[in-house]
């Protein structure tokens, strides 16, 4: 087993992802490439919500167990160091199972009922019954996931900062009712805004596997261009001789994100004149993308399954002693039994 990762005098930061499968360019930009670059100046906790899966996938769990594996191999092909991070899964960290418990007997149910995603997610998933205690009570298991690391920021996107909120919330509540030595024992944690550039998929909706229009980091080169060749485009040029604009088509909109500053010129000066063809710009854009996507693929390449369950098995007992250290504080505050060590 390899040593814990002496990064503790750098602010602490975690972050974690469901295991929906294969991810998609869209969960690349908007999580992955700011986890990697965040791995230079800070002590980073990334974890697969697998326990976050059951809330809305309770009924089939069959995929679960493959899920974790390629979500793994997808964090590892993006560039996380198992050397410079501590990458784990929920499920195999057991405070996680703890905390939540401590945590849902001071949380009301009113801040539950608010939370924007969750009337979001019923009227979405209207195939799915989620008029579940676990479902409702999903953000406390977050905030459980944030606060047992005690992390100085949780790094998100612009549209996730109110689940940051809701754990600082809950956190504040417990400090309330319960302290050690009269000092607080969950600080909270703070917004680290992310850039989460739009990225539209191949139907010209953000992408989403949900919309099943995803170009995934696995991908290979004729399949990435094929995908390509068949995404939307300006609606207003119909034919070659029309005019178009790459502000709005989802094709400029990959350009934006992935091209150069020299091919992004190109696209605008050629489609706003009709000097190039759409299928010319899409073979550009499939260009930038098979660019990014080579080196990640690579990388994905030199790891085994095996290899992988050894660095979550590592990962999780690591995080399961940082998370241990958070839950001795956590029982003395509320005056419970302590059982270290019996939980790792
Ligand atoms: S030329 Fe490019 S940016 Fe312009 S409409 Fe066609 S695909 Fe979109």
């Given at each position: ?16 992802m469901r295991p929906t499968g294969k991810l998609h360019l869209g969960n690349y930009m908007g999580a992955l ?312």
């Amino acid at each position: 087993m390899s040593e814990p990762a002496k990064l503790s005098s750098r602010p602490r930061v975690l972050s974690g992802m469901r295991p929906t499968g294969k991810l998609h360019l869209g969960n690349y930009m908007g999580a992955l490439a700011n986890w990697v670059k965040l791995q230079d100046n800070y002590e980073c906790y990334f974890f697969i919500a697998d326990l976050h899966a059951l809330t809305t996938d309770f009924a089939d769990t069959s995929a679960l167990a493959s899920n974790t594996l390629e979500v793994a191999l997808d964090f590892l092909a993006a560039g996380l160091d198992p050397a410079r991070s501590t990458i784990f899964v929920q499920s195999m960290v057991k405070p996680h199972f703890e905390l939540p418990l401590y945590l849902g007997m001071i949380t009301p149910l009113g801040w539950l009922e608010r939370v924007p995603s969750y009337k979001e997610m019923q009227e979405n998933l209207t195939h799915k019954d989620l008029t579940m205690f676990g479902f409702l009570g999903y953000p406390v298991l977050m905030a459980s996931d944030i606060l047992l690391y005690q992390p100085e920021f949780v790094p998100v996107g612009q549209d996730q900062q109110a689940h940051v909120e809701i754990t600082r919330e809950i956190a504040r509540r417990f400090n309330q009712f319960y302290k050690l030595w009269e000092q607080e024992v969950l600080p909270e944690p703070k917004v680290l805004l992310t850039p989460s550039p739009k990225l539209p998929g191949t139907d010209g909706r953000k992408m989403s596997k949900s919309y099943g229009n995803t170009i995934q980091m696995t991908d290979p080169e004729p399949v990435v261009r094929q995908k390509l060749k068949t995404m939307v485009t300006d609606p207003a040029r119909v034919r070659r001789t029309d005019k178009g604009d790459p502000d709005k088509c989802p094709v400029g909109d990959l350009h934006k994100v992935f091209s150069t500053a020299e091919t992004l010129a190109k696209v605008y000066d050629g489609c706003r004149t009709a000097g190039i063809g759409c299928i010319e710009c899409k073979g550009w854009a499939a260009d930038a993308l098979v660019n990014i996507l080579q080196p990640i693929q690579e990388r994905r390449a030199r790891f085994s399954d095996a290899q992988v369950e050894e660095i979550l098995n590592d990962g999780s007992f690591r995080a399961a002693a940082r998370a241990e250290q958070t839950m001795v504080q956590v029982r003395s505050a509320m005056k419970l039994p302590s059982s270290t060590g019996a939980s790792l």
